[in-house]
């Protein structure tokens, strides 16, 4: 792709800048409510209050550096904004560091509110961190390659993200099967509540592969403007929902099921 060809118009700049914006402002606020809602659950179920506040950190400070390489990589020239002489192409690469640090433990974090401890605990836990961790390493290395990039190559984006999708259905599989043993522990609201977590993660977590795809559209005459406002947008709001709205889904549950147990011990 030759340079004048990352030109982008003032809303396509603007649309990108604002969903950055939006995103990392969304994990300040989530940031907040887990550190003032967390005691509102028993002590068993507060880890997972804990990781996500880590995740908010991780999220908002990475998010607001792929907001400053979209920023500091365009300049307007009185028309639209160009990308500017000498200046590092934004990437996505922020995001995958942030989901290295962040995808482990949204996966860990669900097993402190469904109840799995001991043994099976451990065993989930070093599943979901290695395949959460090889799934983001194996994308990032694809997307090094995706169209549009300088260096692209669509054989080694495809093979490297076929790779990163064997693990993401696996992590699928083993997520599935936890919400499933947590429902089976929980009675009333919690259950309800808890149950409808799965299809919240079914539905954020497949809108990365789409994102991940989406620059193949350049190969069929979309432009790069178009293709980058779409992308950002659907991660950012797979991000939202995989993090902030899964983070207070699993903390609404966790305080409901600590109703019911002080009911039941009163």
Do not use: C
Not at 203 to 213: R, S, T
């Amino acid at each position: 792709m030759q340079p004048e060809m990352f030109t982008i118009s003032v809303e396509a700049f603007e649309i990108v800048s604002h969903i950055l914006t939006l995103g990392y402002a969304s994990m300040a606020a989530a940031m907040l409510f887990f550190i003032l809602t967390k005691n509102d659950s028993l002590p068993q179920f507060r880890m997972s209050s804990v990781i996500s506040v880590v995740v908010m950190v991780s999220a908002l400070l990475l998010l607001y550096t792929q907001k400053m390489s979209w920023v500091n990589a365009y300049a307007f020239d009185g028309q639209a904004y160009s990308l500017k002489a000498g200046a590092d192409l934004f990437t996505n690469g922020y995001r995958y560091l942030n989901w290295l640090i962040d995808v482990p433990m949204l996966l860990i974090q669900i097993l402190f509110v469904a109840g799995i401890a001991g043994a099976a605990r451990t065993s989930y836990m070093t599943r979901f961190s290695v395949s959460g961790a090889l799934m983001i390493i194996t994308g990032y290395i694809g997307q090094f390659y995706e169209p549009g990039r300088i260096n692209e190559s669509v054989t080694l984006w495809a093979v490297w993200g076929l790779i990163s999708t064997a693990f993401f259905l696996y992590v699928l599989v083993l997520i599935s099967r936890v919400i499933k043993d947590g429902k089976s522990r929980m009675t009333g609201p919690p259950q309800k509540l808890f149950g409808a977590i799965l299809p919240l993660f079914y539905v954020a977590w497949w809108l990365y592969p789409i994102a991940y795809v989406a620059p193949i559209l350049m190969q069929a005459g979309v432009s790069y403007e178009l293709t980058v406002v779409g992308q950002q947008v659907i991660y950012t709001v797979a991000d939202i929902a995989s993090k902030v709205i899964y983070g207070i889904m699993l903390t609404a549950t966790a305080i409901m099921l600590s109703e019911q147990q002080v009911a039941k011990d009163a």
